[in-house]
Nanobody, 119 residues
Framework: QVQLVESGGGLVQAGGSLRLSCIAS????????MGWYRQAPGKQRESVAA???????NYAASVKGRFTISRDNAKNTVYLQMNSLKPEDTAVYYC?????????????WGQGTQVTVSS
């Protein structure tokens, strides 16, 4: 099992910045990809950014150039630096870890952290 705990959400004005952190514990050796998702009220959860163990990254088009995902494997932590925030970035942000154990792929989720961007 992999447990994830997020932190760093809050209220910020448009144009501001926030950094989210997600610490993994448990069977961290099994983690392959870590990422961030978000869910706004009335909308489906969507992928924001992902990073592999080797450092390869992928971003949603809506955040490319503004958000940066990074990973500290020694600390079992993934970060999401969010700059130039817009009101439409307002959502609950969830950390996700894809892990593989005995050939079975699983996903773990954090509890979510609220990000609110005021105009």
């Amino acid at each position: 099992q992999v447990q994830l705990v997020e932190s760093g959400g809050g209220l910020v004005q448009a144009g501001g910045s926030l950094r989210l952190s997600c610490i993994a514990s448990g069977s961290v050796w099994s983690i392959n990809i870590m990422g961030w998702y978000r869910q706004a009220p009335g909308k489906q959860r969507e992928s924001v950014a992902a990073i592999t163990t080797g450092g390869g990254t992928n971003y949603a088009a809506s955040v490319k150039g503004r958000f940066t995902i990074s990973r500290d494997n020694a600390k079992n932590t993934v970060y999401l630096q969010m700059n130039s925030l817009k009101p439409e970035d307002t959502a609950v942000y969830y950390c996700n870890a894809e892990h593989i154990r005995l050939g079975v792929v699983g996903n773990s989720w954090g509890q979510g952290t609220q990000v609110t961007v005021s105009s």
